[in-house]
Every structure is written in structure tokens, then in C-alpha cells.
């Protein structure tokens, strides 16, 4: 069975580094780059989000790609692998482990498992991955969930959410993602990728025993029918995005009972499904 080999508290800081050998693998890259502003051009150096990708391993077999900021990889191939339906938890897990140059993730399983004959391409910016035999899973109804917040907790865990951005105050154009008791953050990962930060979430979750089950998931990224399926699968019931859901999130959060919220802001935020839970 698997067991961390590190404290899990690394688990859950998104500014995890990877050391291998005299190279660091970090989540920002440094740039330089010219600014036309007010007639006049200028000269900058910044730091700016990486995008690399990772391939999975899975008992040997090369599985996929990611498209990914290479912090919480482990997390990232976990989670991956729950929200697809591969595993259940970590006790099918033997081992995980980046490998030495940080391009792969190789996790060892206590059981063979078929990869999935057919990926299909999600509509992530950085081109997610979904089995295609899983798009209409999970099985799952909301209805019986005690879970209710108050309109006014929904701007205060918007504002929780910006405070977990640390890559984001550093570099810009990265993703989000919290799950949230309606009091404060539990778990929070950043990544080029909005489908990855789920991965991460429901890869933290099993690692370090923290039960995702009725509680709440604030994201940075737009709402798609994979994103929404992925909230299902970690059996939260209240989704609240910074921006837009998909016409088939919606559906789909109509059909498993969850509270969808979308263009979530300090004082303000839109309903679109379920909105008993948020007194509506």
C-alpha cells in the first residue's frame, strides 16, 4: 500500500519544487519582454507561468501526456486517475513518483488495468484528456445533501480563493482551485490548466485522507461539461466559478442536483442550477 514518503503537508503547498540533480523544476520561467505603452516602448524582465509536458505512466505502460505546470505532479496522475474511474482510492496505489528528469509520473498499481481505447480531447485551454466511455459517469444524485451557505459566504470564498493564488500574484495566466468547509480553504492547486486543478484537488484528497465529500469547489476556470463531471466524481455539491458555465454543465448540474454558480464576485454571483443550497 502506498505510503507518503514525504510529510503530506508538501502536498498541499501549489509552490512545490522538484529538485533533480543540479536542476530545479520550477512553475515559472524568466522572460524578458518589450511594452508599448503611451507612445514609448519599454523594456521588461518578468517571470512567466511554465507549460511542459508529463506523461503518465501507469505499471509500466505509457498512458498519455499532460499539458501542465510541473508542481504537485503526483497529486495531478492520483487525481487523474480517481476522476477517470481507474482507482478508488490510494490503497490500490504501490507507488508514485516523479521521475528523474520531471517529464513522467509513474504510478505502480496493486492490480493490472486496461487504459481506455479511446481519449477524447477536452476543451481546456491546454488541451485536457478524458476516456471517452466515462463522459456520461458519474452516476450521482446531490438531492439528499445537508449543505447550505449563506449569499454572503459565496463572496467571502471567492476572496479565500484569491488569497490561495500564489503563482498567480507571481507570474499571471494560471488556474485555481479550492475545496472549501464554507469556513476556510482546505486544499487549493494551481496549474496552466483549469481540468488539472481538479486532478490536483481529488489527487491532494486521497493522499492526505481529506474527504472531499459534501463540500465546496471554487474555481478560477470556465464551467465545462468535463469540469462539472470531475466535481461529481469528487461528490461536491456546490460549484462556484469566477466565470461562465457551458450550456451542458448546466444540464448536468440540473441532473445530478448541484449548485452551480457562476461569475462569482465579492457581492455578486449568478445561479444557474440548485440554488436552494445558497437561499434562493
Not at 482551485?177 to 464554507?182: I, Y
Not at 463531471?229 to 448540474?253: C, D, F, G, N
Not at 440540473?254 to 455578486?268: C, D, P, S, W
Amino acid at each position: 500500500m502506498w505510503k507518503p514518503s514525504e510529510p503530506s503537508s508538501k502536498l498541499l503547498d501549489s509552490k512545490e519544487y522538484y529538485w533533480y540533480g543540479a536542476k530545479m523544476i520550477t512553475p515559472q520561467k524568466a522572460i524578458q519582454f518589450e511594452r508599448y505603452e503611451f507612445k514609448k516602448w519599454e523594456h521588461h524582465d518578468a517571470d512567466t507561468i511554465v507549460e511542459t509536458p508529463v506523461s503518465l505512466t501507469v505499471n509500466g505502460e505509457v498512458w498519455l501526456s499532460f499539458m501542465c505546470t510541473p508542481v504537485q505532479l503526483e497529486a495531478l496522475a492520483v487525481g487523474f486517475l480517481y476522476n477517470e474511474g481507474v482507482i478508488e482510492s490510494m490503497d490500490e496505489v504501490v507507488d508514485v513518483r516523479v521521475c528523474e528528469h520531471g517529464d513522467n509520473v509513474d504510478v505502480w498499481l496493486n492490480r493490472t488495468v486496461e487504459q481506455p481505447t479511446s481519449w477524447r480531447r477536452t476543451s481546456g485551454c491546454t488541451g485536457g484528456i478524458t476516456a471517452v466511455d466515462l463522459l456520461a459517469k458519474p452516476n450521482v444524485s446531490f438531492d439528499k445533501s445537508s449543505l447550505r451557505l449563506s449569499p454572503e459566504a459565496i463572496g467571502q470564498l471567492v476572496e479565500m480563493l484569491f488569497e490561495s493564488q500564489a503563482l498567480y500574484r507571481e507570474t499571471g495566466g494560471v488556474h485555481t482551485s479550492a475545496l472549501s468547509d464554507g469556513e476556510k480553504v482546505l486544499l487549493s492547486a494551481e496549474d496552466i490548466g483549469r481540468h488539472n486543478t481538479l486532478d490536483k484537488i481529488a489527487g491532494m484528497c486521497l493522499m492526505n485522507k481529506v474527504s472531499s465529500a459534501d463540500r465546496i469547489l471554487i474555481t478560477t476556470g470556465r464551467i465545462s461539461s468535463e469540469m462539472l463531471q470531475k466535481a461529481a466524481r469528487l461528490q461536491v455539491p456546490i460549484l462556484i466559478s469566477r466565470t461562465s458555465p457551458s450550456s451542458l454543465s448546466i444540464e448536468m448540474a440540473e441532473r445530478y442536483g448541484i449548485t452551480l454558480i457562476g461569475y462569482a464576485r465579492k457581492h455578486r454571483f449568478n445561479v444557474y442550477s440548485s440554488g436552494e443550497r445558497v437561499g434562493l
